[in-house]
């Protein structure tokens, strides 16, 4: 595109109007009807906005000021709001959340699958807005990002941060003595660790320099019984200064259970050890997802919204409507936490997951729980389906982010199983998936269920027919 075309200049400042939400939680804004994505905007806001990004189609603006307020817009309950990156719409009442992401799904449907008369189901809210995660990550660094009231505070440390990092930085970690998304009893494990760790004087790790000893600090927290793990990830092992630690904790809070130590001496800035260390209690913890009792261990995949989780897979075992003579296939099915409910329900599932040691945990998940009839296929998605000999009667499929590969829903076609349940977490990626099959497979039922108040994230349940 010539630079005369483009209707805004690079830098420029200029005055929105905010008409809806992006799938990413940024507000969109239309100027000669090109789009321009600011974040932290929410509909109705007029909005001072300076250029930061343009492209052909597009533009992304930086927030300057908010000249006049939409009616939606509400005070953020998290002082930590504006500069953290864990939630994005805690500046919306928990009902616009919920409307504004059944918008999102419905806008996806119709501009990527053509699909504008579809009817989508009230969305399953949570119970809970607030403390609902079972399981935060906060990491530890040698440099404090401090907010702007604390700027001339000469007292605060700048040499130590336990906390979240700052969006759009890999080494700005903001110092988090509460965060809301987790319970009061995790915030005051948070808040001990701290303390301890700054009285004792032991060392954080450095983002940049990598230099130093704790990395994170992972805290887990059944929804079934209340039991808390304590994940201390290190960059080295030192188990003396550690046990001690782990002692206090033990002695502090009933409610722990278990103290590991993950030690990552990589330089990937991950929260998984090559190697892990029981400091105090047991290796794992207990959760519960309907009557099937699960192992979770410090490195366990588990969804982090129990109770949601239940009220997603029990909508999964409603779509799949199972009688027990069918030949079931779950792709991408990590460890095997649905193949187990749908194997409670079918004749047989195969499981179906890329990464070996996910499919490991998968095979002992199944055996623990007694399910003979589930077995599980590690290895490139496409050449294990294709190496099947059998078809399914019904598929179930929930694939990461970037939805599946359009070799995979070609080959779908060709297997035409007389159903398809999709979850999916990314509305934009499902809808292009949905618009390969829409013409041999009738869209019957979509089902938002809201896994993660706070933010932009919507998990939806798709049930599909052959025609």
């Not at 505070?153 to 965060?179: N, S, Y």
């Not at 995949?301 to 799949?320: C, G, S």
Request: aromatic residues 10%.
């Amino acid at each position: 595109m010539n630079e005369q075309k483009y209707p805004v200049k690079r830098g420029g400042e200029y005055e929105l109007k905010i008409e809806k939400l992006a799938f990413g939680g940024a507000g969109i804004a239309r100027l000669d009807n090109y789009v321009i994505f600011v974040k932290g905007a929410i509909p109705g806001d007029c909005v001072s906005v300076r250029i930061q990004k343009r492209k052909s189609t597009y533009a992304e603006a930086r927030l300057l000021s908010i000249v006049k307020a939409s009616e939606h817009r509400i005070k953020a309950p998290c002082p930590y709001f504006e500069w953290c990156g864990g939630c994005t719409w805690q500046n919306l009442s928990y009902e616009n959340q919920l409307k504004f992401k059944v918008d999102i799904i419905a806008e996806s449907f119709e501009h990527l699958a053509g699909l504008g008369d579809i009817v989508i189901q009230p969305i399953i809210a949570s119970d809970k807005p607030f403390a609902y995660r079972n399981k935060m990550e906060f990491s530890f660094s040698d440099r404090r990002w401090l907010l702007p009231d604390e700027l001339n505070e000469e007292q605060i440390g700048r040499d130590f941060a336990l906390g979240l990092h700052v969006p759009g930085t890999f080494d700005k970690i903001l110092q988090i003595d509460k965060c809301l998304l987790q319970s009061d009893a995790a915030n005051q494990v948070l808040l001990f660790v701290k303390e301890y760790v700054i009285k004792n004087k032991i060392q954080p790790y450095g983002i940049r320099s990598h230099q130093g000893f704790l990395r994170f600090l992972v805290i887990r927290e059944s929804s079934y019984d209340g039991s808390i793990m304590v994940n201390l990830v290190t960059a080295y092992e030192d188990t003396k200064i550690l046990k001690r630690l782990a002692h206090e904790l033990l002695n502090n809070f009933p409610k722990i259970k278990s103290v590991v130590n993950n030690i990552n001496s990589r330089l990937a800035q991950i929260a998984v050890g090559e190697k892990e260390i029981v400091l105090a209690g047991d290796s794992t913890i207990q959760e519960k997802l309907g009557r099937h009792v699960f192992n979770i261990s410090a490195n366990s995949f588990f969804q982090t919204n129990t109770k949601q989780a239940e009220q997603l897979y029990n909508t999964v075992l409603e779509f799949t409507d199972l009688r027990g003579t069918e030949n079931v296939w779950d792709l991408y099915c990590g460890t095997g936490t649905i193949t187990i409910l749908l194997a409670d329900k079918a004749k047989e599932v195969t499981g179906f997951e890329l990464a070996e040691s996910a499919v490991n945990d998968a095979r002992v998940n199944a055996e623990s729980h007694g399910f003979h009839n589930a077995k599980f296929i590690g290895g490139d998605l496409l050449y294990k389906l294709q190496e099947m000999n059998e078809k399914p009667d019904v598929l179930v499929t929930d694939p990461p982010r970037s939805g599946m590969h359009t070799k995979v829903v070609e080959y779908i076609r060709i297997l035409r199983p007389a159903k398809i349940v999709y979850i999916s977490c990314n509305p934009t990626t499902l809808a292009r998936d949905v618009a390969i099959l829409k013409d041999i497979y009738d869209i019957e039922m979509i089902q938002p269920v809201d896994m993660f108040p706070q933010t932009y994230h919507i998990e939806t349940i798709v049930k599909m027919k052959l025609k």
